[in-house]
């Protein structure tokens, strides 16, 4: 009998967001991912992504620091590059902060913008990946192609319940720095296994968007994908742990 794999969400967030949903504490996001059979959450900031980073930062990193189930993200932010700097400078390498989120949504900038692209090249001079939540996919991926050395993680897959899945699945297939997670309350029955099959296991992660959605659901999802247990290690697990470069 083949053992249950080990999960490690890598798409989760700590505090209010406007919607409607119960506002999220750490002790309640732990609670809430052992209950889905998740054994690891990495989470940004809502209120660092909806209106001020170092504020929320900083609470992740108290947060972080009291759970052993939780990891974080660095929040920055196109619109202010010295600050973004700063936080990086101050959290990455530090603690149990192990990545960089980037929300270009609540910014107002594209993907490839400008401001966003100087921003990456910031983030890709201290090597650390980044979970991005872009605008289209064809300016995500521009940006993913911008920066080689750079990981990048496609949050919600460059938000496929609007545009083809396909794409991203082929731009995963050719840029080494491209990886992909499948967050969304909206699922598509599928497109995990598409995108396993032309991409590779190596480039999908297991992503919730906790506790926005439940990682009971998006967990169900990733288990109906048609994954066979070297890829659903992968994808559930080993991926997270290599890209974030974790200590198990």
């Known amino acids: 009998m083949s053992r249950q794999p080990r999960v490690f969400d890598i798409h989760g967030h700590l505090g209010n967001w406007p919607f409607p949903i119960p506002a999220s504490t750490a002790g309640g996001l732990v609670s809430l991912i052992r209950r889905a059979g998740v054994d690891r959450l990495i989470i940004s900031s809502a209120p660092g992504i909806v209106y001020d980073f170092r504020e929320g930062n900083r609470q992740v990193s108290e ?3 009291k759970h052993p189930e939780l990891y974080a993200y660095v ?22 902060f192990v990545g960089v989120k980037i929300h270009t949504s609540y910014q107002g900038r594209a993907s490839d913008s400008a401001e966003n692209l ?8 201290r090597g650390r990946p980044v979970l991005l939540h872009g605008s289209t996919q064809q300016e995500s991926l521009r940006a993913v192609e911008r920066f080689p050395e750079l990981p990048i993680i496609l949050a ?11 794409r991203v699945a082929e731009g995963g297939a050719s840029l ?35 506790d926005l959605i439940s990682p ?15 890829e659903s290690e992968k994808v559930l697990w080993a991926n997270a742990v290599r890209l974030f470069s974790i200590k198990e």
């Open 216 to 230: 009971s659901f998006v967990h169900g999802v990733y288990e109906e994908a048609g994954l066979n247990e070297e």
């Open 156 to 166: 919600h897959a460059g938000n496929p319940w609007r545009e083809s899945w396909q």
């Open 63 to 65: 947060a972080v620091e």
């Open 118 to 125: 100087r921003l990456l090249e910031a983030v890709a001079k």
């Open 75 to 96: 929040v920055v932010n196109a619109n202010y590059l010295e600050e973004s700097c700063r936080e990086m400078d101050h959290y990455l390498g530090v603690g149990k």
């Open 176 to 210: 080494p720095n491209l990886f992909i997670e499948f967050a969304a309350s909206t699922q598509f029955y599928g497109r995990i296994r598409g995108v396993v099959d032309i991409a590779g296991a190596e480039k999908v992660l297991f992503g919730s968007d906790t």
